[in-house]
């Protein structure tokens, strides 16, 4: 049994450490045992009230591993 891939998600507090997690991610392939298959980033927002209570960036990285 080995694991196929795996799906990370991440909270990233700006838009450039969500930049920087995806591009580290890119760079890190071939010593980290995976290929990066998908990646992405979405900016999410709370509200309450009317009221934004809560920002951040949710990156998401699927990566196949080498069999």
């Known amino acids: ?3 196929k891939e795996i799906i990370e ?3 990233c507090e700006t838009e450039t450490e969500a930049e ?5 991610a890119k ?3 071939r010593e980290g045992g995976y ?3 998908d990646y ?3 900016h999410k927002t709370k509200v309450k009230g009317g009221e934004i ?3 951040f960036y949710l990156v998401k990285l699927k ?3 080498e069999e």
Not at 20 to 24: A, G, P, R, S, Y
């Open 27 to 29: 760079e890190n392939q």
């Open 40 to 42: 992405g980033s979405q």
């Open 9 to 11: 998600l991440y909270r």
């Open 20 to 24: 920087n997690l995806i591009k580290k």
């Open 1 to 3: 049994m080995y694991l």
């Open 35 to 37: 290929e990066l298959k």
């Open 53 to 55: 209570y809560d920002d």
């Open 63 to 65: 990566k196949v591993m």
